[in-house]
Nanobody, 124 residues
Framework: VQLQASGGGLVQAGGSLKLSCAASGRTFSSYAMGWFRQAPGKEREFVAAISGSGGYRYHVDSVKGRFAISRDNAKNAVYLQMNSLKPEDTAVYYC??????????????????WGQGTLVTVSS
């Protein structure tokens, strides 16, 4: 699976962005997907995950109620809608395809394929 993330940019605090991740391959629905982020000088951090069917979604507490992960298997795409952005959300955001269909968890080690990352900068 090859992944291509896009949609990052510069936004003011309180604003919104929608990240997209396009996947290659005909078995996209067999992969649970996740979004991670990495701020400068920090470790990669789990943000959200979604099962292959889209029926199960999980968001880390720091983004719950502000971010929403979704997917469109017909388009081989996964999305991250980000609202009420804060300066601490500034990071490079990565999409990743997991090792299972249902849910691959929050550890980067459980994800086999990664996109190249898209930078989100939130100004105060």
């Amino acid at each position: 699976v090859q992944l291509q993330a896009s949609g990052g940019g510069l936004v003011q605090a309180g604003g919104s962005l929608k990240l997209s991740c396009a996947a290659s391959g005909r078995t996209f629905s067999s992969y649970a997907m996740g979004w991670f982020r990495q701020a400068p000088g920090k470790e990669r951090e789990f943000v959200a995950a979604i099962s292959g069917s889209g029926g199960y979604r999980y968001h880390v507490d720091s983004v719950k109620g502000r971010f929403a992960i979704s997917r469109d298997n017909a388009k081989n795409a996964v999305y991250l809608q980000m609202n009420s952005l804060k300066p601490e959300d500034t990071a490079v955001y990565y999409c990743a395809a997991g090792q299972t269909t249902l849910y691959s968890g929050s550890s980067p080690a459980h994800y086999n394929y990664w996109g190249q990352g898209t930078l989100v900068t939130v100004s105060s």
